[in-house]
């Protein structure tokens, strides 16, 4: 079996390549990915080390390198990470989120239709469906909910949803679409809420929280998304779109104070922010078709998640490090030096 794997050096496809190796030892993995400021070669160093295992620097929009590797490697998956995905970066700067998330993903999909994948899998978002009251806790995100974009990055991600099925539907392409809550574990880029709070907080720095910090997002420890996305395109339906959710509905607030309490840290770092634009109320997913069709539950509660995910970034601060006083320090003063 040969799998692609498209953004295999970023936060979620580098805890599925490692969780593909160890269940699936026989099948032979490629990894394509552009390494941009949030792909890491160093992450995918253990991985490299398997003989079954190939990394292919390039990106998912250059129509000619992609069609030469699908060409080279036959792939039976193909699994969509790739993508540009932060909500602030996309607000200050859209047009990169269109080209890699919908023109990236037209790319691939066309090399899926050529080369006869017998599974194509679009990873995206619940970010896709806008936002749901905070005063209705009985409302969920199903695969029925219309899409309600609120950003540049969910749109673009809605987009490429979107082309995706119009490929199932008009060139018969084997297809799968996933939309997953917030996803958190090891080697997640530090720009993201929880790792932000935990690097920060190590230094005793101020911890930016958005607005009053009510904002509620549903969080999902990464190996439980992996776990999905496996049953997904190994047993799941053609055609069809699911939902992957925790039911670990948290304030952003209450995420802030648990990471402070764990590493005992004062509240005071606590630094509220002006609000970001368009800044959804809260994300809550109903994964009920996931759990009905394919047997899946997540297995990690948020407390026993939120203490692994500390103790990676406390056993793994040369990864970490390397990037907050790198580019991303930059990045980060221009992000937050006139809030």
């Not at 607000?91 to 999909?109: H, M, R, S, W, Y």
Request: charged share 25%; glycine share 6%; proline share 5%.
């Amino acid at each position: 079996m040969k799998v692609l794997i498209t953004g295999g050096a970023g936060f979620i496809g580098s805890n599925f390549i490692y969780y593909m190796q160890e269940k699936y030892p026989d099948y032979y993995i490629v990894c394509l990915d552009a390494l941009t400021y949030a792909g890491n070669f160093e992450t995918l160093e253990h991985a490299m080390k398997k003989s079954n295992f190939r990394f292919v620097k390039g990106n998912i929009a250059d129509r000619e390198s992609v069609f030469k590797l699908f060409e080279e490697e036959g792939f039976n998956i193909v699994i969509n990470f790739a993508a540009e995905s932060h909500v602030d970066r996309s607000i200050k700067d859209p047009e990169i989120f269109l080209k890699a998330n919908v023109l990236g993903t037209q790319v691939l999909l066309d090399a899926a239709k050529e080369y006869g994948v017998d599974r194509f899998h679009q990873v995206s978002t619940d970010e896709v469906y806008g936002e749901l009251p905070i005063d209705r806790p009985d409302l969920f995100f199903t695969e029925d909910t219309p899409l309600q974009c609120s950003s540049p990055y969910s749109a673009s991600k809605a987009s490429a949803d979107l082309l995706t099925f119009s490929y199932y539907k008009t060139y018969k392409l084997p297809i799968s679409i996933s939309r997953c809550s917030n996803n958190y574990g090891p080697y997640h880029f530090p720009e993201k809420l929880i790792p932000l709070m935990i690097t920060r907080a190590l230094y005793e720095q101020p911890l930016p929280v958005y607005g009053d910090g009510n904002n509620v997002r549903d969080w999902l420890y990464v190996e439980d998304h992996c776990r999905a996305i496996d049953l997904i395109i190994h047993k799941g339906r053609v055609g069809e779109v699911y939902n992957v959710g925790g039911h670990n509905e948290k304030t952003n607030l209450e995420v802030v104070k648990l990471i402070l309490k764990e590493l005992n840290k004062p509240e005071s770092l606590i630094n509220f922010v002006a609000d970001r634009p368009g800044h959804d109320l809260r994300y809550a997913i109903d994964p009920s078709k996931i759990q009905l069709e394919l047997g899946w539950q997540p297995e990690t509660l948020f407390s026993e998640g939120i203490s692994k995910t500390i103790r990676w970034y406390l056993d793994n601060s040369k990864w970490w490090k390397s990037i907050v006083n790198g580019e991303y320090r930059q990045y980060y003063e221009r992000m937050y030096k006139e809030k």
